[in-house]
């Protein structure tokens, strides 16, 4: 199995750029989670998703989108690119909710906007 | 959903035990307490799970008292290679909305 796997790995955005920062995960989990991560801090949730065409809001939503078309895909999307999404973005799956379920992660996105 | 208070930072040497503290007194009765190795450059690992008492297994044990509003993570023995942040994470089975504080950096000497 691969896991999880994200794509790109590195990418440097202009202000005002958009871009879909891909997901997968080969476990058929049903959860799954964006987070990002700023230097030196802990990962705070973006959005996550339940199940097929189910997603909601974390902590941390504004400026973002998802979609959960597939039980595998979890893209996330940035619109309107702005300096302060400059963060590692990491993708997560698990097989119950995350205060039980072991988390699955991903190796990360590394985004630079300028 | 349960806060939880780490240490920003632990130094220790190769060989010893290190003992991470996790506070959360608002620890809710479905709650579990799961804790998480990062590398840096890498996404976090799962490390250990428990609800009470102990849990050990081949690279951690975690000890939750009785009234669980604390738990202990120990590692023992470490090396070089234990250098990282280490997370503490407290919730049930429906929370989904989780985020993780800043963790402990556990930095490991030679």
């Known amino acids: 199995n691969a896991g999880v796997t994200q794509t790109p790995k590195f990418r440097i955005l202009k202000i005002g750029q958009s871009m879909t920062l891909q997901c997968a995960q080969d476990m058929n989990h049903n959860y799954m989670y964006w987070y990002r991560q700023d230097p030196g801090m802990g990962l705070k949730l973006i959005y996550y998703s339940v199940g097929a065409g189910i997603t909601d809001k974390g902590e941390v939503p504004n400026g973002y989108n998802v979609s959960r078309s597939t039980t595998e895909d979890f893209p996330l999307r940035l619109e309107l690119a702005a300096p302060s999404q400059t963060s590692v973005y990491f993708c997560a799956s698990s097989r119950v909710g995350q205060g039980i379920g072991e988390q699955y992660f991903g190796p990360g996105t590394r985004l630079t906007v300028t | 959903l349960a806060k939880t208070t780490q240490p920003i930072s632990m130094d220790s040497y190769e060989g010893q035990e290190v003992n991470i503290t996790c506070s959360h007194n608002?620890?809710?009765?479905?709650?579990?307490i799961t804790w998480y190795q990062q590398f840096p450059s890498q996404g976090p690992r799962f490390i250990i799970q428990?609800?009470?008492t102990k849990v050990t297994n081949e690279v951690a044990s975690l000890f939750i008292p009785a009234d669980r509003k604390s738990s202990t993570l120990s590692l023992p023995r470490v090396s070089l290679s234990d250098t990282a942040v280490y997370y503490c994470l407290v919730g049930a089975s429906n929370d989904y909305k989780l985020s993780f504080g800043a963790g402990t950096t556990v930095t490991v000497r030679a």
């Open positions: 608002n620890i809710a009765t479905n709650d579990y």
């Open positions: 428990g609800y009470k």
